[in-house]
């Protein structure tokens, strides 16, 4: 069992920086590839990006490449999400997941966090 929780959402102005982190619990949490997914309100949920077990891969959504970095922090049970250069279109609830691949496709992931909100203003 994986227990996550995000932190770092909250209200920044469109060209501003927010850093998401992913707090995990349990022992096993370096075995678990990482994914980071977003919702905005009337939409569908939406694969921002993803880092490899080991940290030695990531995969990012077209939108986001170059503005967002993912890492991860095995010593700390902790994943990040770096977001610069930031537009209204970023706002969302984001989540973060954990499972066998870092796999684009949310069906991938067997764990999930609670969210945090996006929000950037324009």
């Known amino acids: 069992q994986v227990q996550l929780v995000e932190s770092g959402g909250g209200l920044v102005q469109a060209g501003g920086s927010l850093r998401l982190a992913c707090a995990a619990s349990g022992r096993t949490f370096s075995r678990y590839a990482m994914g980071w997914f977003r919702q905005a309100p009337g939409k569908e949920r939406e694969f921002v990006a993803a880092i490899s077990w080991s940290g030695s891969s990531t995969r990012y959504t077209d939108s986001v490449k170059g503005r967002f970095t993912t890492s991860r922090d095995v010593a700390k049970n902790t994943v990040y999400l770096q977001m610069n250069s930031l537009k209204p279109e970023d706002t969302a609830v984001y989540y973060c997941?954990?499972?066998?691949?870092?796999?684009?496709?949310?069906?991938?992931?067997?764990?999930w966090g609670q969210g945090t909100q996006v929000t950037v203003s324009s």
């Open positions: 997941a954990a499972g066998n691949s870092y796999d684009s496709s949310w069906l991938a992931y067997d764990y």
